[in-house]
């Protein structure tokens, strides 16, 4: 007996199954896929509402202290958006809209967390505030310095004591002169030559031509805008009942403030700052605000309270008991000063701001 061809309707189930495979394969890969990112989505939102003032702190207890003055009102739906490690907190303070972060120490924190908050947010301007050691006979713990000019003074050459000095040297600091006594022997250490930086910006008529600056300029208009804001402006002098600078802090405008990696405690090196540079106050963040705010066109301004005499004192340094004074008034500076800039927009190009 010959046997009966297979009939056509036993294929079409393995068609109809291969069929349906391939579509739900299909409908797998599409629900797999990413959702939107949701923190693309809340810059969106968030940048809606903008020009923010950005504002940038380094460490927490200059954090704590511009919360304690209660002027910070968090968004009420997007309170804070976390990027990159760091909590960017969106909120409005007398009225304008900021976003403040704290960046963490050190030059490359500042650096990182300023161009973040610039690449991020719609940003009209930065104010960056803490604390910093006071450089300047003249000036007190407690008083507050609004720069006008920051510079880099960690960029070294450091060479062997017979070596030829770099003529492209802005100064020169020879150790074995702080020898005790002087001129006893030589000091192996050799010598430090101090360099400008390269300023890269927005601004530059070719690319990848930097300018050779040492001195970085805050936004002049900010800083004659600060200085009308703080015209008869009280300052605290007292830790609490028992803890009472010696005299009334006050606020400074238009100095020079010194910045690099290293936190200033020794009176020699103090005083060589002051004398070679004439800066007031040393801190280790500001320089790199203020290079990367004008790297990229926006507005910049520097408040810092003196904290301790930056090694001038004998014995411990007062850090630990008046940074959080110091702190504070850099923050009640900071008040004041956005109080008189809302409403105002100077976002703009930093053409004229070098000297």
Known sequence: MRSSPTPRFHKLPL???????????????????????????SLNLINRRGPYLGLITVYPPEETAFFSTGAFIPDPK???????????HIGTVHGQRVVYVRCGIGMVNAATATQQMVDSFVISGIVHFGISGNLNNSMNIGDVSVPAQIADTSLWNWQNPDANLDPEDIAHLEIGSFNVPVGDGVNQLGQIGYSPEQLYSSSSLLPNTPATVLWMNVTRRWLHLAAAAVQGMELEQCVNSTTCLDEKPKVVIGLRGSTSNIFVDNKAYRDFLFQTFKVSSADMESSAVVMTCLSNGHPVIVIRGMSDLAGKQSGHNPIRTFGSLAALNAANVVLKFISKLRGRSYAGSILGTLL
């Open 15 to 41: 068609f109809w199954l291969c069929f349906w495979l391939a579509l739900c394969s299909a409908s797998a890969a599409a629900t797999s896929r990413p959702a939107p990112d949701q923190k693309a989505w």
């Open 78 to 88: 997007l309170p804070f958006l976390d990027l990159s490690g760091r909590r960017f």
